[in-house]
């Protein structure tokens, strides 16, 4: 059997146990009929699916468990479901190009710089391992390199771009560094103590983006759409503390509560006239005075 048969009879044990937990003789008939649909032999004895279950563990990270008591296979997506989601999503992506034969045809992908995603594995092991890094990061409005020590103690992703978060020996302050632009990295074997107060999640839970909390209190921020963008911040919300305060013909209000941190107001910006800030006054004033710069530099 071939690895593509292979891949593809994972993709259908995965995707259909995604869908509801089912009896091995329920995966057996699915299997069946995906081999008459796609002129492939999928057909296979429980000992392979046993080994198939083993496979897709192992390369893709998903746990298939069984149900004694209903005698049924399922996904487990209560714990760690964003992670899952995650790792669905990338598998998802990874069989759609695995299927397709000429990948120039059919798919078009950004075209970007590498993200730097090859040191996280090696980031990882720090952070479990308490162990320092070093490193030479390029900064862009300095437009130099500087050569930096970090205490790892988390990763982060925003906007297709990771970075490593953590504590600068220097001078005790939490920094973010992009994966991207940094080089050079040495994995150290100096030992560092991470305070068990800190958690990323609850680090960020009031910060839209990567930039740090720049206030004593995040503010309470009131956001009108008009209604058609309404329609894309119900179905992507901006951020997890988003509450819908009126839902119109007329707008789309949502409440916030946030930092006012560069990467948000930058958001804000971006959506130009499709959005109205009803609250807070800074904010307003803030955007107020970046659009007279705006219409100085046109006039």
Request: hydrophobic share 35%.
């Amino acid at each position: 059997m071939s690895k593509k048969e292979s891949i593809s009879r994972y993709s259908i044990i995965i995707n259909t146990l995604r869908k509801r937990s089912s009896t091995f003789k329920e995966i057996q008939e699915k299997l069946a009929l995906e081999s008459e649909l796609q002129d492939y032999d999928f057909n296979i004895s429980k000992r392979t699916f046993q080994r198939d279950v083993k496979d897709i563990n192992s390369i893709y990270s998903i746990a298939i468990e069984y149900d004694f008591s209903l005698k049924t296979y399922f996904i487990d997506f209560e714990d760690q479901q964003d992670i899952k989601g995650r790792v669905l999503e990338a598998f998802d992506i990874f069989n759609a190009l695995n299927i397709s034969d000429r990948l120039s045809n059919h798919i078009h992908f950004e075209q970007r710089k590498p993200q730097g995603t090859d040191h996280l594995f090696g980031l990882l092991h720090a952070i479990k391992n308490n162990l320092q890094l070093k490193f030479t990061y390029y900064k862009f409005w300095k437009d130099d390199l500087t050569e930096r020590s970090l205490d790892p103690y988390a990763l982060k992703e925003f906007k297709n771009r990771w970075y490593v978060v953590g504590n600068d020996p220097k001078n005790g302050v939490i920094k973010s560094f992009a994966l991207d632009r940094l080089s050079d990295l040495v994995i150290t074997n100096k030992k560092f103590h991470k305070p068990n107060a800190f958690q990323v999640n609850q680090y960020y839970k009031n910060s839209f983006g990567i930039i740090s909390p720049n206030e004593d209190t995040p503010e309470d921020i009131v956001l009108s759409f008009t209604p058609f963008q309404g329609k894309y911040i119900k179905t992507l919300p901006l951020h997890h503390t988003q509450h819908i305060l009126r839902d119109t013909e007329e707008e789309l209000r949502i409440s916030l509560k946030l930092y006012i941190t560069h990467d948000f107001f930058m958001e804000i910006l971006s959506l130009g006239d499709k959005v109205k800030v009803i609250q807070p006054e800074k904010l307003k004033k803030q955007l107020m005075s970046t659009v007279n710069e705006l219409q100085k530099l046109y006039k």
